[in-house]
């Protein structure tokens, strides 16, 4: 999914992955950085295909929203997910 989009794009998505570990890294090194929930997750390394498809789910339900008539981030979507 993501080695077909264009270089520049591509390198925001690995940038952006870079990050995440990064910080991933800081918490492993310092446990009181940690956030509470991480006590009993232990995510894996994010990599720019969780980006991509974390995109591509939401463009999902804006098209499944906007072919139902539901305007995405309107008063009658925000319902629908509160």
Known sequence: MVKRLPASLRARFDAYAEG???WLAQI???PSKRPLEFIVVHPAPWRA???AAIGAQ???VRAALE???IEPGGPAALR???
Do not use: E, I, K, T
């Open 28 to 30: 492993a090194a310092d």
């Open 80 to 82: 629908l997910f509160s």
């Open 58 to 60: 939401l463009d999902a």
């Open 49 to 51: 295909v969780d980006s």
């Open 20 to 22: 995440v570990n990064a």
């Open 67 to 69: 072919a139902r008539g």
